[in-house]
């Protein structure tokens, strides 16, 4: 299940950041001035004045400002005097009276984090907060208590930290993020309404009744056309009939890098064949119809398929190592996000795992759980009916984008990317679209394109708010 995206980096491990009041300057980046720290700098003045919110770090790129933070959270906001933990957050600071542009994407940040931006964050001329995901990285309690990894308690970390920068800026707040970080930004605006003024959330699926996934199936057999279906399905074909040929040529590769499988897939086998299964979702989330050219022939030589599939999913994907970070998201998926439930007919007779395609057959043994449907059901019917300043953009080729959500007719809006994979966005639009979308973030933002350009940073990189699953 192509369920790195959510969607998408790797298992690296971060001890514990600073939890101290006194702001701490990183090592690796620029110093601060010296008038950084004075009492007449008034933006560190109010984030030090924040209770439980720790400065880690402060750059100044472009002359922008781009601060590391963590704030101390409850692990259970249910019952707060049991336990709390650092999130890590960033915030990028263009200027007080900009708009707060809220990004969370779903999974972790990078270990060291510098400023880039989202594509509401540029539109906008905002400033932004990026938040990293609970058990994500240095963000995860200690000990763990996987029970509390859910779509609220999450909402409530979001929720914490909006109200806590309420207080340093007073203008409109837009929540965003992509596949699972815009699911994220839908949860977030389920639980508090109140929090942002609008929420931009891309590619984001919605799989709201788990077993029901005729969508999904629907989408390979009418994506691109059937010339390129059919490659695709014969080199999966291909694939599983020479298994005993190119699993020990897998063996030997994972054997040479030191990749293991005890806490995930068990064998490289089952690794081997969850990658196969992958290989055509994966295919679509990241390529586009002009791949189609590139793709083997069943005539093809035992390297030639291997190195295809190697490059579209990446067999290192489906080890320990490669899972390791990703572990939270699996959990999740396993129990309430939901997960593409394929049925793979072309492929009958030549797996060896029925029902491997599926969120625990990838996590710890102790981590795996049942599927509770009722949190995905309610937020679908909050989402149709009763949300309001919601924008979903979808892509036309993102087999992500097959369940997606069907917003209200409040002031709420739904596009579709032409040939557009998981990484559609609005500038992917057609340009009326495109310029009905960005006039409707302006507006939700409540500032002027002019306004929006004044404050314009080209200097800062974009983020497409995905991650690489072939980086770990």
């Known amino acids: 299940m192509s369920t790195r995206t959510r969607l998408l980096p790797a298992a690296l491990t971060l001890a514990l950041l600073t939890t101290g009041a006194v702001a701490q300057p990183a090592s690796a980046a620029a110093p601060l001035a010296a008038s950084a720290t004075t009492a007449e700098d008034a933006l560190l ?17 472009s002359g922008f400002r781009f601060f590391v933070l963590t704030l101390t959270q409850p692990v259970d906001h249910r019952h707060p005097g049991k336990g709390t933990y650092q999130q890590r957050f960033t915030l990028l600071h263009r200027s007080d009276d900009a708009p707060v542009v809220l990004y969370t994407n779903g999974y972790g940040l990078p270990v060291n984090p510098s400023a880039s931006q989202t594509e509401p964050t540029r539109l906008l001329g905002a400033n932004q907060v990026s938040v990293e995901h609970r058990f994500f990285r240095s963000s995860r309690p200690d000990p763990a208590d996987w029970s509390k990894l859910d779509i609220w308690q999450e909402a409530s970390d979001e929720h914490r930290i909006v109200s806590a920068l309420k207080t340093v800026y007073s203008g409109k707040w837009i929540q965003t993020g992509a596949s699972k970080g815009g699911m994220t930004s839908v949860y977030h605006r389920r639980f508090y309404p109140g929090d942002v003024d609008g929420v931009v959330a891309y590619v984001a699926p919605n799989d709201r009744v788990n077993p029901a996934d005729r969508a999904y199936d629907e989408f390979f057999a009418n994506v691109s056309d059937a010339a390129c279906r059919t490659a695709l399905d014969n080199v999966q074909k291909e694939a599983l009939k020479r298994r005993d040929r190119l699993v020990p ?14 806490q995930s897939l068990g064998t490289a086998d089952r690794s081997f064949e969850m990658t196969v299964l992958d290989s055509v979702w994966a295919f679509w989330q990241y390529s586009s119809e ?3 050219a590139d793709v083997p022939p069943a005539t093809a030589t ?9 490059t579209v999913a990446g067999f290192s994907f489906y080890t320990d190592q490669g899972i390791d970070y990703y572990v939270p998201y699996y959990r999740q998926a396993a129990a309430q996000l939901g997960w593409p439930e394929l049925t793979f007919k072309h492929l009958r007779g030549l797996t060896r795992y029925p029902g491997l395609y599926q969120p625990n057959s990838v996590i710890p043994a102790a981590l795996r759980t049942f599927h509770n449907p009722l949190p995905m059901l309610d ?6 009916k009763q949300s ?3 924008m979903f953009v979808y892509g036309q080729n993102d087999p992500w984008s097959a369940e997606r959500f069907t917003p209200s007719r409040n002031d709420s809006y739904l596009y579709v990317a ?7 966005n609005i500038s992917r639009l057609p340009e009326a679209e ?3 979308a960005t006039d409707t973030l302006l507006r939700w933002a409540g500032v002027t394109g002019t306004q929006a350009n004044q404050r314009s940073a080209p200097s800062i990189p974009d983020d497409d708010m995905l991650p690489d699953r072939h980086t770990f």
Not at 302 to 310: G, P
Not at 379 to 384: E, N, R
Request: aromatic share 10%; hydrophobic share 35%; glycine share 6%.
């Open 45 to 61: 003045a109010k984030l030090n004045a924040i209770p439980g919110l720790t400065v880690v770090s402060e750059t100044q790129p």
């Open 249 to 262: 040529r897998f063996e030997a590769e994972a054997a040479q890098n030191g990749y293991t499988f005890t």
């Open 290 to 292: 002009s791949d189609c």
């Open 302 to 310: 035992d390297d030639e398929i291997y190195d295809w599939i190697d």
């Open 379 to 384: 937020v679908d019917h909050w989402v149709s």
């Open 388 to 390: 309001s300043r919601m």
């Open 418 to 424: 032409p040939g557009a994979n998981h990484g559609a």
């Open 434 to 436: 495109r310029q009905a």
